[in-house]
């Protein structure tokens, strides 16, 4: 069965690189969400987008905002029992030189 929760995250926050054990399907309800993705694509979304985070350590990624109004989004996880929602991992070593894309 999904777990489903609401994330806040304030103007300067973000997720800290991770990783999902399972399908996360998320709608921004406001603000605009940065992702920097595993292959070091940063991909935008903004209210009333959905987007989708695949399972698995290869698919390590953050969000921030870098907006001035909270990021309010619902997340809805897929983890598979017994796991964590989410799995936190060191900041790739590319990213500490900047995205590749």
Do not use: C
């Not at 935008?44 to 987007?51: F, M, Y």
């Amino acid at each position: 069965m999904p777990h489903v929760q609401t994330i806040t995250l304030p103007p300067g926050a973000g997720t800290g690189w991770h990783y999902h054990p399972g399908r996360v399907d998320v709608v921004v309800l406001s603000g605009t969400l940065t992702r920097t993705l595993h292959d070091g694509r940063t991909v935008v979304s903004r209210a009333g987008e959905s987007l989708v985070e695949e399972a698995g350590p290869v698919h390590v990624h953050q969000g921030r905002n870098l907006g001035t109004e909270p990021v309010v989004l619902i997340a809805s996880y897929a983890a598979p029992e017994g796991h964590p929602l989410a799995v936190p991992v060191a900041e790739p070593a590319w990213s500490r030189s900047g995205p590749t894309a």
